[in-house]
C-alpha cells in the first residue's frame, strides 16, 4: 500500500492543528467515517490476492488505530483545556459576604423603642397606640385636667386650626401620651397592661427640649395592682433597660391630675470624668412620672374604680436613649445629619431581644 505514511502523516498534523469538537469530528469523517479514505482502502482490500491483503490489511489496521488513538488523545486534551477555561473564568471568592451591607442604620429613638418593647414584652404589656392629632378631651379632660386647670398652661400645647366660627375647642397636637391610656382602656376594658410608645409636641426648643420628641406610656389595670408592683416593674425595667447588674430608683412624692399618688423616679448614676454610670454613684437622674391611676380617669375610660386600680407611668424615651448611648445633645437626634446618625445609629438586621441582648 503506498502512500499510507504520508495519509497517516496528514490525519496527524489536521488533529494536531483542530481547535474544537467539530474540527475533530471532521478529521474522523474524512479518515474513519463510512466515506473516509481509510476506509476506502479497507474496501478495496477484498480485491486483492490472500497474501497482500494479509500485508496490507495489518497496515492499514496500525495506521487506523494510531490515528483513532490521536483522535482520542485530542478530545481529552481539548476537554482538559475546556475545563481549565471554565476554572479559571468561573472562579468565586466563597470568602466575600452574601449581600452587601445594608448601608442605613437604626435610629437611636427607634432602637430604644425596640430595646424597651421587648423588656416590657417579657413582662406581659402589649403595645397600644393612639392618634397624634387628639381631641382636647382625650388630652385632658379624661385625664382629670379640666379646662381652667394650671396644667393645660404649662403643656405649652399646639392647637390646631379651627373655622373662627366654629364653637367646638380645637384639636391639639398630644402634649404626652397619656391619652393612648383612655382609648386603650376604652377598647379593652380591664384587665389591661399596654405600653404607648410614640411622638409627643410641646412648644420647646434648646438642648435638652425639642417640640417633638418621644415618650412611652405604661398602664396596668387589675383587682389589686398597688404601688410595690410600679416599683418592681419599673427597677426590672431599669435594670433590663440599662444592662446593668442592679438600679436604684428614688421614688418623690409629686402631683400629676391623672395620679393620685403621684411619684416622681429618679434612678442612682455617677459623672466620672464626663461619663455617665446608671446603678452606682451619688448623683440621682429624673427619669419618669407615674402613680396610682386616679378614679375619675377610670372612671371617664369606662372603667369602674371600685372594682380596678393600677398604676401609670409616663417616660421620656429620648432621654433615657442620650443616657444609655452617651448622646449629649437631643437636637441632634432630629437634624438627620448622615455622619450623625452612622455614628449612633443601629445595625438595621440585629432586632433588639432579651436572650441575645438588647444592645451589640
Ligand atoms: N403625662 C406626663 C407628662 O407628660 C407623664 C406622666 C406622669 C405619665 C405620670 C403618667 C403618669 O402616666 O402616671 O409629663
Request: contains cysteine; glycine residues 8%; aromatic residues 8%.
Amino acid at each position: 500500500m503506498d502512500g499510507l505514511d504520508a495519509l497517516k502523516a496528514k490525519y496527524l498534523a489536521a488533529l494536531g492543528s483542530a481547535t474544537g469538537e467539530a474540527a475533530l469530528e471532521e478529521v474522523r469523517l474524512a479518515a474513519l467515517g463510512k466515506k473516509g479514505e481509510i476506509s476506502a482502502l479497507m474496501s478495496t482490500l477484498g480485491k486483492m490476492e490472500p497474501e497482500a491483503r494479509k500485508a496490507a490489511g495489518a497496515m492499514l489496521n496500525v495506521v487506523k488505530d494510531e490515528i483513532d488513538a490521536a483522535l482520542r488523545a485530542k478530545k481529552a486534551a481539548l476537554a482538559d483545556a475546556a475545563l481549565d477555561e471554565r476554572l479559571r473564568s468561573e472562579w468565586l471568592d466563597v470568602t466575600l459576604p452574601g449581600r452587601p451591607r445594608p448601608r442605613g442604620t437604626i435610629h437611636p429613638v427607634s432602637q430604644v423603642m425596640e430595646e424597651l418593647t421587648a423588656i416590657f414584652a417579657d413582662m406581659g404589656f402589649s403595645v397600644a397606640e393612639g392618634p397624634q392629632v387628639e381631641s382636647d378631651w382625650y388630652n385632658f379632660d379624661a385625664l382629670n385636667i379640666p379646662p381652667e386647670h394650671p396644667a393645660r398652661q404649662e403643656h405649652d400645647t399646639f392647637f390646631m386650626a379651627r373655622a373662627s366660627d366654629d364653637p367646638r375647642p380645637p384639636h391639639v397636637l398630644r402634649t404626652h401620651t397619656s391619652p393612648v391610656q383612655i382609648r386603650a382602656m376604652m377598647a379593652q376594658g380591664a384587665p389591661i397592661r399596654v405600653i404607648a410608645p410614640g411622638r409627643v409636641y410641646r412648644m420647646d426648643m434648646d438642648q435638652t427640649h425639642a417640640p417633638m420628641f418621644h415618650q412611652v406610656e405604661g398602664l396596668a389595670i387589675d383587682r389589686d395592682i398597688s404601688m410595690a408592683n410600679l416599683k418592681w416593674t419599673l427597677e426590672e425595667f431599669c435594670r433590663a433597660f440599662f444592662e446593668v447588674p442592679s438600679v436604684e430608683l428614688r421614688f418623690r412624692a409629686s402631683h400629676f391630675p391623672f395620679t393620685e399618688p403621684s411619684a416622681e423616679v429618679d434612678i442612682r448614676c455617677s459623672w466620672k470624668d464626663g461619663q455617665l454610670k446608671i446603678g452606682e454613684g451619688d448623683s440621682w437622674l429624673e427619669i419618669l412620672g407615674s402613680g396610682m391611676v386616679h378614679p375619675k380617669v377610670l372612671a371617664s375610660a369606662g372603667v369602674d374604680p371600685t372594682q380596678w386600680q393600677g398604676f401609670a407611668f409616663g417616660m421620656g424615651i429620648d432621654r433615657i436613649a442620650m443616657l444609655k448611648y452617651g448622646i449629649p445633645d437631643l437636637r441632634a437626634f432630629f437634624d438627620s445629619d448622615l455622619r450623625w446618625l452612622r455614628h449612633y445609629g443601629f445595625s438595621s438586621l440585629d432586632m433588639p431581644n432579651l436572650p441575645g441582648g438588647l444592645s451589640r
